[in-house]
């Protein structure tokens, strides 16, 4: 690869520059990662006879390289950071592609790690990339670009899914292999016809944990714990609960990603507006009725339409997520971003690892009480994030900076 630093790639064709890898890059992964996810619960219960044990334990295995993001920091001395995006991106293409060729517990455990590695090596890295490549003043309406190009790839996947899946009676064999293998040749592509970028700040190469950041760990940490419930037993519960099939789930998911495109931008627009603050206030107050809701299917025995309603609505405030990026931009030193991404993706794996296990035992008795959980996760996301400042910044990351006392103080801690 050519070395091209950012402030020259004015002079490379358009097709060429930094923002257009990071918009290729976010419509390459979702083909494989959704066509996973929406195969996924029919085809452990049809293949495998999952339960909700099983489940969780799947998904607690596939948060372990999640987990483990903070070994990025270790591969970024062996190889660059836009270098190991792509060929994370071409492992998670071909551990799709293979997956159907798994059907038991044991196996898709296997495969599920592999292609988790892809994934989550992958999105640890082009979060870094992102915040590296894009200016702070464009960052929120950019990234919310991208959401919407990464919901279009999506969409995409599950319309020829549910426009193909019966009408021409497809195997689970077919669908994972093409979808895992466009992604991989995409990758492959984007390796050779791109040139390798140079940022302006050389990032560390050693963990660093400063205490000035506790807040933004705080939030990723409660992010993580909290997405998992949804992301874990929100989907398995319309199929378990209400029997959806694969076109049928797929639709919903369809249904989800049109919102998220149209909502994406716009949301990216009102964090420019609004600030980080409102935005995560907003998200979180949200996110606490919703679980309370989904508590409420199984405790007034609420049909299929308003299960639909609330899988939408959830998904469309987890697009606000993206303005825990953005205050990390404005309050972090240029030169932590990269290695500040792999430890806040570990952070925001430490509860994924467990808790999906542990709540998949809860399931079996009370799914009620899974959702109550969640809930009261998200009501505490709310009182984290009303010590955001209103415009965060160095010296200035929580309101308790403002005050001066002692908790934001720029203690650094590094790990070689």
Request: charged share 10%; hydrophobic share 55%; net charge positive.
């Amino acid at each position: 690869m050519k070395l091209v630093p950012l402030s020259e790639t004015s002079h490379l064709p358009r097709w060429q520059r930094p923002q257009v890898l990071l918009f290729l890059m976010a419509f390459a992964m979702p083909v494989a990662f959704a066509t996973w996810s929406a195969l996924l619960n029919n085809f452990v219960i049809e293949a495998a006879g999952f339960d909700g044990a099983d489940i969780g334990w799947l998904h607690s295995v596939r948060e372990i390289p999640g987990f483990l993001a903070i070994g990025v920091i270790a591969l970024l001395l062996v190889i660059r950071e836009q270098k190991l995006a792509l060929v994370s991106l071409v492992m998670l293409g071909l551990a799709t592609a293979l997956t159907s060729q798994f059907p038991s517990l044991g196996g898709l455990l296997i495969v599920t790690l592999i292609s988790s590695i892809g994934f989550h090596y992958y999105e640890t890295v082009n979060q870094s990339l992102q915040l590296q490549w894009i200016d702070k003043k464009r960052a929120p309406q950019t990234i919310g670009w991208l959401m919407s190009m990464g919901s279009l790839a999506t969409l995409l996947a599950y319309a020829l899914i549910v426009l193909t899946w019966r009408a021409y009676d497809l195997s689970y064999d077919l669908v994972y292999g093409v979808a895992g293998g466009f992604t991989a040749l995409v990758a492959v592509i984007a390796f050779f016809a791109f040139p390798q970028f140079e940022g302006p700040t050389p990032q560390n190469r050693k963990m660093i944990l400063r205490r000035r950041y506790w807040l933004y760990y705080a939030l990723q940490f409660m992010s993580g714990a909290r997405r998992q419930i949804f992301v874990v037993f929100a989907g398995f519960m319309m199929v378990e609960r209400y029997g959806f099939a694969v076109h049928e789930i797929t639709a919903l998911f369809m249904v989800t990603l049109v919102a998220n495109m149209i909502a994406a931008p716009l949301l990216g627009r009102a964090v420019a507006f609004f600030g980080e603050r409102a935005a995560l206030m907003f998200e979180y107050a949200g996110l606490f009725v919703i679980f309370l809701l989904y508590a409420g299917l199984y405790h007034f025995d609420w049909g299929v339409g308003m299960a639909a309603v609330l899988y939408v609505g959830n998904h469309v405030f987890f697009a606000l997520a993206l303005a825990i990026k953005t205050y990390f931009q404005k309050i972090a030193d240029p030169a932590d971003i990269a290695p500040t991404a792999a430890v806040a993706f570990t952070i925001n794996h430490i509860a994924a690892v467990f808790l999906p296990a542990i709540l998949g035992y809860i399931w079996l008795t009370s799914p009620i009480a899974v959702f109550l959980l969640a809930s009261g996760m998200a009501a505490t996301s709310f009182a984290l994030s009303l010590l955001v400042p209103r415009h965060p910044e160095a010296g200035n990351e929580t309101l308790l900076a403002r005050r001066g006392l002692p908790v934001a103080a720029p203690i650094t801690t590094v790990i070689k």
